[in-house]
């Protein structure tokens, strides 16, 4: 019962976004490898129901339904040396949230120094509808899952480090995902 909910869950996901860009009259798709997909992961990854797992090298995110089946979904990533690698929690989650750049964000790009004040949650907010916080150790890491104003950016390095979704998929995600959630982040290159 519970996965007929969540297969049906997951296809009305995917209908979604073709009916959002139909009203907005908006011409972006994914491509096909970036579209929220169930798969099968290794056994020897020993991962676990619940666990969100990115992986760099591939531009995916895994949101685990046991250890052996997820739903995989496109990101964008850092830009290269900024990305996040480890192990964090989801501590916090925030609908519409708010932006600030940090200083050295600031320093790479002097245009966010309009916005070193911080950016109010809304349409045009560079986090999107949604974002996660990850934390170690009860202290916030900087980085988020979040949703974001630049769909055409999925499966590319063009973020300031924290991992970009589609508004509708980390919309879905966020409901689904609890906080203290365990989110690994890796390369791919370990394997």
């Known amino acids: ?3 007929r909910h969540f297969l049906a869950g997951t296809a009305s996901l ?3 976004p073709q009916i959002l860009r139909a009203a907005q009259g908006d011409s972006f798709e994914l491509m096909e490898h970036l579209k929220p997909k ?3 992961v290794k056994k020897k990854y020993g991962f676990q129901a619940g666990q ?3 992986v760099l090298a591939s531009y995916h995110l895994y949101h685990m339904m046991d250890e052996r089946n997820a739903v995989r979904y496109g990101v964008a990533i850092g830009q290269e040396g900024l ?13 519409w949230p708010s932006w600030r750049p940090t200083q ?10 309009k916005y070193a004040d911080g950016m109010k949650g809304g349409p045009t907010n ?4 949604r974002a996660m916080y990850l934390y170690q150790d009860g202290r916030d890491t900087l980085f988020r899952i979040h949703g974001t104003t630049a769909p055409q ?10 991992i970009r979704m589609v508004n509708e998929h980390i919309e879905y995600l966020y409901e689904q995902v609890p906080m203290g959630s365990e989110v690994i982040v890796f390369t791919g290159h370990e394997a």
């Open 38 to 40: 169930e798969v099968r």
């Open 126 to 129: 560079p986090l999107g509808s």
């Open 14 to 16: 995917l209908a979604t």
């Open 104 to 113: 050295e964000m600031i320093e790479r790009n002097p245009a966010y120094e």
């Open 1 to 3: 019962m519970q996965r």
């Open 153 to 162: 950016s999925i499966g590319t390095p063009s973020s300031n480090g924290c």
């Open 52 to 54: 969100l797992v990115v």
């Open 83 to 95: 990305n996040f690698k480890g192990r964090a929690t989801i501590e916090r989650k925030v609908e």
